[in-house]
């Protein structure tokens, strides 16, 4: 369930709950097929998109990402506790719009919410996972502290080939602990 509404500025960004009011720019990228090269799922209809935004609103696991001087809407943050919640462990993932590909806004929006969560919730540490031909995703998690534990062979699929059969790919696992995040 949502509480309320958080709002995390950084130079460039806006970080904030999602509104129902972003599903057309939801839509915007989510619709395109290459956004889901690394990412479970298809292309959406403009229908889920507002679905997805209006779903969004009411909980905390995904995080609109905003460029502050034209208030658009250029991806999006998941950070979620995993279980066990003894464990207090965080996990972090982003898509963002191709469009604003390069400009470090992963990099940016994805630092400030672990900073975020490291001081305001009881977090020890905070995971992320990506395919190891996706340079780009692993890249931002070097840039903002975490570091690379293990590759997981052959762990998840999101895709079947043509006789329905899994297609398995590896995963790289990044982390960082809150003290190594207060060593930054």
């Known amino acids: 369930m949502k509480s309320d509404a958080i709002m995390i500025e950084t130079p460039r960004l806006l970080i904030r709950s999602f509104d129902e009011k972003d599903g057309p720019a939801l839509f915007e990228y989510l619709s395109n097929p290459n956004v889901y090269r690394f990412e479970p799922g298809e292309p959406i209809s403009m229908e889920k998109a507002l679905e997805l935004a209006s779903k969004r609103s009411r909980n905390n696991d995904f995080w609109a990402v905003i460029q502050k001087n034209t208030q658009q809407l250029v991806g999006h943050l998941y950070f979620k506790q995993v279980e066990p919640a003894a464990f207090l462990t965080w996990e972090l993932g982003y898509i963002f719009n191709p469009l604003f590909h390069n400009n470090g806004y992963a990099t940016e929006s994805a630092s400030a919410l672990i900073q975020y969560g490291f001081k305001q919730f009881d977090i020890h540490r905070v995971t992320a996972f990506c395919n190891p ?47 190594e995040a207060e060593n930054l």
């Open 133 to 179: 031909e996706n340079i780009a995703s692993w890249k931002v998690m070097e840039k903002i502290g975490m570091t690379r534990e293990g590759k997981l062979k052959k762990n998840v699929f999101f895709r079947r080939d043509v006789q329905g059969l899994p297609i398995w790919t590896d995963s790289f696992v990044y982390a960082i602990s809150r003290e």
